[in-house]
T-cell receptor
Framework: KQEVTQIPAALSVPEGENLVLNCSFTDSAIYNLQWFRQDPGKGLTSLLLIQSSQREQTSGRLNASLDKSSGRSTLYIAASQPGDSATYLCAVRQGGSEKLVFGKGTKLTVNP | GAVVSQHPSRVICKSGTSVKIECRSLDFQATTMFWYRQFPKQSLMLMATSNEGSKATYEQGVEKDKFLINHASLTLSTLTVTSAHPEDSSFYIC??????????????FGPGTRLTVL
């Protein structure tokens, strides 16, 4: 059974810092991995999707990497801003399935 | 494109009543829709997967008779929480995916519905 773990559970940083969020998964037979952002009481916004054959994806100040063999992904946020404050969720899709398995998320607070 | 809406966004009901939540794909046809539940500070947990015109597939531990799912069209799925109890209070999120060229697209998520059962 796939399990997804995100570390740390919460993170507080001053504005302008570069930071890394971590995601690990137990079963490396994944189809893809996706990072989402969730604001309080809101739905999910997809940030980056990495296919199993890819190593990384970039969008603006965000960069996500994937090391499938070791079961790890990182989300790098450059020059953090208060507007980046949210919970970041990592989810993996298994090969041969449409199901997503989510981690519990990392709650990020960027202080002005 | 690929917008998913949910209605209502928030509902408060008395214990024992039934509540219906709608999930719509606004600008695409969703071959598959998913229903998730999220408790405070917890991850999203998949409750069931539904395909248009067929019965939903429920995850282990999810009561089929309590959480009724209807996927009547390619743009609408409904989740009915029957005889709701306070422990059913949660954030319910739907997602929708489409099949294109034989491959299933990514899931597009709705904004969620906050259910509070008194």
């Amino acid at each position: 059974k796939q399990e997804v773990t995100q570390i740390p559970a919460a993170l507080s940083v001053p504005e302008g810092e570069n930071l890394v969020l971590n995601c690990s998964f137990t079963d490396s037979a994944i189809y893809n991995l996706q990072w989402f952002r969730q604001d309080p009481g809101k739905g999910l916004t997809s940030l980056l999707l990495i296919q199993s054959s890819q190593r990384e994806q970039t969008s603006g100040r965000l960069n996500a990497s994937l090391d499938k063999s070791s079961g790890r992904s990182t989300l790098y946020i450059a020059a953090s801003q208060p507007g980046d404050s949210a919970t970041y969720l990592c989810a993996v899709r298994q090969g041969g399935s449409e199901k997503l398995v989510f981690g519990k998320g990392t709650k990020l607070t960027v202080n002005p | 494109g690929a917008v998913v809406s949910q209605h209502p966004s928030r509902v408060i009901c008395k214990s024992g009543t039934s509540v219906k939540i709608e999930c719509r794909s606004l600008d695409f046809q969703a071959t598959t829709m998913f229903w998730y539940r999220q408790f405070p500070k917890q991850s999203l947990m998949l409750m069931a997967t539904s395909n248009e015109g067929s019965k939903a597939t429920y995850e282990q531990g999810v009561e089929k008779d309590k959480f009724l799912i209807n996927h009547a069209s390619l743009t609408l799925s409904t989740l009915t929480v029957t005889s709701a109890h306070p422990e059913d209070s949660s954030f319910y999120i739907c997602s929708a995916s489409r099949t294109s060229g034989g491959a299933t697209d990514t899931q597009y998520f709705g904004p969620g519905t906050r259910l509070t059962v008194l």
